[in-house]
């Protein structure tokens, strides 16, 4: 496994997921034939803090592994997953602190048959003035040949 440091962006959501889902799309069997048998997991550690314009601080670290891979029968898997934190602190007496772990993974097959799972949790603790709120969001979707297969889609918050 191969390890890196890179830049983090802003905690996905479903309109992110959905674009990054989208740009795979876009590469198309062509472009991915090309690709060698495995290129085998790379892990990219991320821990960076960001000044914002406001005076307030937007920090984020963690971890993210990719691998991609194709089958002697030209089945191809992008398999992504990330694990990390971002806080935010700054704006008089708030602060906020975030985990999320997202997982994604999509596979595409010789006769174009495409199909994406993707899962994202997370969990924000935003506390104001001493009161503090804990929310937790689910996202989960399957998306097969173009028609979405699994939706599902919580959250809730409660005060502490």
């Known amino acids: 496994m191969i390890r890196r440091r890179i830049i983090p962006m802003r905690s996905p959501r479903l309109p992110a997921i959905l674009s990054f889902t989208t740009a795979l799309v876009a590469l198309g069997t062509p472009a991915a034939m090309a690709a060698p048998a495995s290129s085998g997991a790379t892990s990219f550690d991320y821990d960076n803090c960001f000044p914002q314009s406001d005076g307030s601080t937007f920090c984020a670290r963690g971890t993210t592994t990719e ?94």
Do not use: E, I, K
């Open 67 to 160: 691998n991609f891979t194709v089958a002697p029968s030209g089945t191809m898997t992008l398999n992504y997953h990330n694990d990390g934190t971002a806080t935010y602190s700054g704006v008089d007496g708030c602060t906020d602190s975030t985990s999320n772990r997202t997982s994604v993974n999509y596979l595409l097959t010789p006769d174009a048959t495409q199909a994406y799972h993707v899962t994202d949790r997370s969990q924000s603790t935003l506390t104001c003035f001493g009161q503090d709120v804990t929310c937790t969001f689910t996202t989960v979707f399957t998306l097969a040949n173009g028609a979405v297969r699994v939706v599902r889609q919580n959250g809730t918050c409660t005060p502490n």
